[in-house]
């Protein structure tokens, strides 16, 4: 039961550079989110997905597209990366608590 | 100001301490009360959840909840090294949709030997 899992772990964009932050859960949850994590501010939810099929924004949300591509995936884009958006990404599902991904550390110079 | 006010510390405490950590909300509809730890380089785990007010013990841990005064506090008994983290607060009301949380700042532990 691997829970969470993200891919990559680092990734080192240039400004202007797109690239795709892809989530995985294992535990038939209905709702997915994707957080960013920067020193002093706490978690702040970019999007989410309370089931399948539906997207919402969250606190964050400029500068990113998602999918909920099943029930599983839910990937989270960056179209033209912005040295703004450097920080640590994480990923969560839901049932009765909230289970996080190992993270993905997005630095774009 | 923030819906959830975290002090981000670094608190550092002697080993076999008891560390309180805290957190103030402004929202008076969160019934919901939870507790994350993250190790550096780690994504948060739950560690305690309390549905409303009062208290809830876990081991050396306890959470307490005063909706009165929109206060919620993580007690560490006999701290241990292995408790350096950051430890984050979060909650929610009944009716949000999509369960979302709202998250404090987290606060930097540092237990030392």
């Known amino acids: 039961n691997a829970g969470v899992t993200q891919t990559p772990k680092f990734q080192v964009l240039k400004t202007g550079q797109s690239m795709t932050l892809q989530c995985a859960q294992d535990?038939?949850?209905?709702?997915m989110y994707w957080y960013r994590q920067d020193p002093g501010m706490g978690l702040r939810l970019i999007y989410y997905?309370?089931?399948?099929?539906?997207?919402d924004k969250g606190e964050v949300p400029n500068g990113y597209n998602v999918s909920r591509l099943n029930k599983r995936e839910f990937s989270l884009r960056l179209e033209s990366a912005a040295p703004s958006q450097t920080s640590v990404y994480f990923c969560?599902?839901?049932?009765?608590?909230?289970?996080f991904g190992p993270g993905t550390r997005l630095t774009v110079t | 100001q923030k819906e959830v006010e975290q002090d981000p510390g670094p608190l550092s405490v002697p080993e076999g301490a008891i560390v309180s950590l805290n957190c103030t909300y402004s929202n008076s509809a969160f019934q919901y009360f939870m507790w994350y730890r993250q190790y550096s380089r780690k994504g948060p785990e739950l560690l305690m959840y309390?549905?409303?007010?009062g208290n809830k013990e876990d081991g050396r841990f306890t959470a307490q909840v005063d909706k009165s005064s929109k206060y919620i506090s993580l007690f560490i008994r006999d701290s241990q090294p292995s408790d350096s983290a950051t430890y984050l607060c979060a909650m929610r009301d009944d009716m949000e949709y999509g369960n979302k949380l709202v998250f404090g700042a987290g606060t930097i532990l540092r237990v030392k030997s």
């Open positions: 535990m038939n949850h209905n709702s």
């Open positions: 997905s309370a089931s399948e099929g539906t997207t």
């Open positions: 969560a599902s839901y049932s009765y608590e909230q289970y």
């Open positions: 309390t549905y409303s007010s």
